[in-house]
């Protein structure tokens, strides 16, 4: 038996790719470098991506074809290789290589502010010269979006390096992904845990972050399944948690730094911020008020033995910078904006202070724009 490079490609010709229902041939996936010895016959498949669902059973149905087309006496099996035109994602340990510090803002409890404290923590390093982004990864509950007014927003695709990448959406200095730009707003985003991780993943692993001095991830509340993505996915340099000064908040955060320094987790926690420490009104700014108890987190802090890196007031422009998409650090002027530009300095410092005491192999030097 004669065999030549037509007879494959009529038989692959019979072959559809589910995706489409299209024939391989007419796909253009059959690359023109079919060779021939004797009865060994071997090419390549060309798949869009490398992680394309239907890659095993259109090799399959190829191989098939073949020996059904063209003789039972032809060597096919184990002779098709793939290849992908878009570039596989990096391994865990090689994504965002150009980030340099990955910080984890969390909170043992919802409604502590922590989406607040993250977004304003970011302007404010923003406003310090630093290159920064910011993952929503609070799938459930997205809020990053609204705080930074970029409801609207539709992130595109760009091409690096041989890779489709989601170009993330910008405002106020600040790089910013969320699954609130992929979902409608009103909609409840009903998942199962394993949906909200690979989403999660997509939004680290498929996007076009670049070169970050600081790239923060606000997570949901509580623990979950999605924070063990986070730290099995990227290399943290470490975790704030936030808390408000009330002891059943106290008593949530205490369980959420536990986690961090766990075991199975061992992420390094950088400090508590507590939030909400006291209510100054703006016709008396001299005045503060408790409302949820006074220095709860200093008192935990101090307990754990590690450093309180902010207290962040209650003040109306809180509330409505939010609501309005302005951050209140972007008027480094104003009380808040003072508290949080502090609350970045320190959390600088420790990063600092941590690399000072690494392997020297291991520190990041991270200079402002």
């Not at 991830?217 to 340099?237: C, E, F, K, N």
């Not at 002891?247 to 992420?267: H, P, Q, W």
């Amino acid at each position: 038996m004669t065999l030549y490079p037509k007879l494959i490609m009529d038989a692959l010709a019979k072959v559809r790719y589910p995706g489409t229902g299209k024939d391989l041939v007419t796909m253009g996936m059959v690359e023109d470098n079919i060779r021939i010895d004797g009865n060994k016959v071997s090419f390549s498949l060309l798949f869009e991506k490398p992680n394309d669902p239907f890659i095993k059973s259109v090799v399959k149905a190829a191989e098939t074809a073949i020996l059904t087309y063209v003789g039972e006496e032809v060597e096919i099996k184990g002779n098709i290789t793939v290849e992908a035109k878009q570039a596989a994602r990096p391994e865990p340990d090689k994504l965002l290589p150009e980030v340099k510090n990955i910080i984890a803002v969390s909170s043992g409890k919802g409604g502590v502010g922590k989406s607040t404290v993250a977004a304003n923590l970011a302007v404010a390093l923003a406003l310090q010269g630093y290159k920064v982004g910011l993952l929503d990864a609070d799938i459930f509950g997205p809020s990053q979006p609204k705080m930074f007014r970029m409801e609207e927003a539709r992130p595109y695709m760009v091409e690096v390096g041989n890779r489709e990448l989601i170009e993330p959406a910008a405002n106020y200095g600040v790089k910013l992904l969320s699954i609130g730009f992929f979902v409608n707003k009103e909609d409840a985003v009903l998942w199962r845990g394993a949906m909200a991780s690979n989403a999660l993943k997509q939004l680290i692993g498929d996007a076009n972050w670049g070169e970050l001095d600081y790239f923060l991830i606000d997570l949901p509340p509580g623990t979950s399944d999605i924070h063990l993505t986070m730290v099995q996915t990227l290399a943290i340099t470490g975790a704030i948690v936030v808390s408000t000064p009330q002891e059943v908040a106290l008593a949530d955060a205490r369980k959420g730094i536990s986690m961090f320094m766990g075991e199975k987790i061992n992420v390094p926690v950088l400090g508590l911020v507590e939030n909400m420490s006291w209510f100054t009104p703006a016709e008396l700014p001299e005045n503060k008020y408790f409302l949820f108890g006074k220095e709860g987190g200093k008192r935990l802090a101090n307990e754990l033995n590690i450093p309180l890196l902010g207290q962040i007031p209650i003040v109306q422009s809180i509330c409505e910078g939010g609501d309005n998409g302005e951050p209140v650090a972007l008027n480094p002027d104003s009380m808040t904006g003072q508290a949080f530009q502090k609350l970045a300095e320190n959390i600088v410092k420790q990063i600092d202070y941590r690399n000072e005491h690494l392997d020297p192999t291991k520190r990041v030097t991270v200079t402002k724009k």
